[in-house]
């Protein structure tokens, strides 16, 4: 016998007035187990059966989605919930298509995440019936379009999407030459949405082929939103009215075939006068070091530019430099590759690489760091600040210039030159904040000769070898009673020096405390000491903390190590060097005055 239920289930009202759905009470039951033991006990066909189950599983859908509407999640009004969704669908996640599965929680969920457009603009190329959902469920909505590396994608799929180019606001194609050629004809369309367009001919890993050259006639000549331009091994004409209206403009050329001739380059950039971020990567051919004035090309002006970043030769970045005139508050940031011995005829292109470019004349730098990027490879990071509000040595993302330059060959002697050559090229009157970090130790005369004209710096932070030399000049210039040698300064942090190894003129130790008592003999004395990671026994801090007022001491004995998960180095900006600050296990080795004194007396009679 078939089941006894009711003909409705008492919540039929979902979606409109709920009041309108009585109650289910404590005790009420749409089937009971007299209804389910009679129908199981009679004799009754398959197709009977198979009616009762699905009467059943249309009860049990019907109570689920009454059930959902009781959330208080129901109550939100679909526009709401579709702009949630979108914030799944944000291109900054790194699971694009994580927010698809919304629409698997529930029906009304999946409606709403059906039929909001803006979830389906970004076009997905997994497969050509995805491709051809996504263009009908966005409906009208701008489109951003990015496929990829078109080798692994379905052409006809891509020029569906590309039947849609007047509404395509963002549009990244990467492909070798002949696929990107036989995209053209979509690419001559006037595009009056698009504010990105990204054009990439790649190899796929059988050498490139010839650079693509973009068409005469791209987007028609009317793309009024256009603002960002990135090119890869493309080559495009200075006439293209699309260019002036470009904020942003990328163009990297992984292949010498793919360069721009520099006139062509500086052609291109004078017809972008509304420019604010330039990048360049190997966008012009190799040119020799010498005889490179930048005198045969004229002068491009960009008035708006606010980050300039270039990676070259060093005689190629300098040669673009010196045809650039930018804002004093641009931002450059530069990577050179020096492909042979560094030679004298390289030393002169320095100053053009972190001061040529600006309109105006560019203040002195008030900070400089100096720091190796890595240990295996040749390579030394130079990052100069106009003002002295920096946040500590690592906030080189808001330096005003970066030059990083790279060798390669493990090459010795070359931090020191690098250094030191940079130095007699920059006016470092104004120079208050300096960090240097190298693989390399400087000499007493490099620290002296590269700094001397330093006569305003404040406070500075020494790194691993670079420490021995530095004490060295900060001794030895003291011998007279003159202090020729950063006289001014007051904070100095010194991180991974091993106060025992000695020299002919005594161990560390005894030549930072030498330093350290002749300046504040002459009323030049440090204010504060910062000693971080530094092989020193607790004795010899203290007999230091009788001449400095404030000594900041990580409380490692000599012999201890630092795992490479401890601290970081220190923040100059706000140096915290308290007196107070004494571990507990340390202060019984100052207990008794008479050590104390015979430990100072040895250190006088060495």
Partial sequence: MPLNLPHKPPMLALEGDRSQSPPLHS?????????????????????????????????????????????????????????????????????????????????????????????????????????????????????????????????????????????????????????????????????????TLSLSATSHGRGFDDCYIVPDGLLAGYAPRLRKLSLSMCRVSPTLPILAGLTHFHASVPDPRGCFPVSDLLALLSMMPLLETLILEHAVPALETTGCTGSEEPVVTLNRLASLQLNDTMASCAYLLSHLRVPASAALRVICGIERPYEDDEIELLPRLLVSPRIERATPFAALHFRNLSTADGSLRVAGWYTDDINGDNDESKADAVITLMWGDGSTGMDTRIIRDTCASLDLSKLQTLYVSTQESMSKDSWISSFQTSTQL????????????????????????????????????????????????GTLFQRLWRGVNTRAEIRAGLRWLNLWDCDITGQEVQLLHGVVSKVWWDSRPRGCTMSADEGSSFDLSHPVLDSHRWSQSTRHLFSHEQALADFMQSILAD
């Fill in 27 to 195: 005790g009420d039951s749409l089937v009971n187990e007299d209804n389910i033991a009679s129908a199981v006990s009679s004799a009754r066909t398959p197709d009977d059966m198979d009616k009762d189950i699905e009467q059943l599983e249309n009860v049990l859908r019907a109570l689920k989605k009454h059930r959902n509407t009781l959330s208080p999640i129901s109550r939100l009004p679909p526009e709401i919930l579709s702009r949630i969704f979108s914030h799944l669908a944000a291109p900054s996640l790194n699971t694009p298509w994580m927010w698809q599965t919304v629409s698997h929680v529930c029906r009304r969920w999946r409606e709403v995440a059906v039929f909001s457009p803006l979830l389906w603009t970004s076009i997905d190329f997994r497969s050509a019936a995805w491709t051809m959902e996504f263009l009908q469920r966005s409906q009208y909505a701008p489109l951003a379009v990015h496929t990829g590396d078109l080798l692994h994608r379905d052409i006809n799929s891509v020029q569906w999407a590309l039947h849609e180019m007047p509404r395509i606001r963002e549009l990244s194609l990467s492909g070798n030459t002949d696929t990107l050629e036989r995209l053209e004809d979509h690419l001559l369309e006037e595009s009056p949405l698009l504010e």
């Fill in 458 to 505: 404040k406070r500075a932070c020494i790194r691993g070898r670079s420490v021995y030399g530095f004490v060295d000049a900060f001794d030895a210039s003291l011998k007279t009673r003159g202090s020729s040698f950063l006289p001014r300064l007051r904070i100095l942090s010194l991180e991974k020096a091993q106060f025992a190894r000695a020299s002919h003129a």
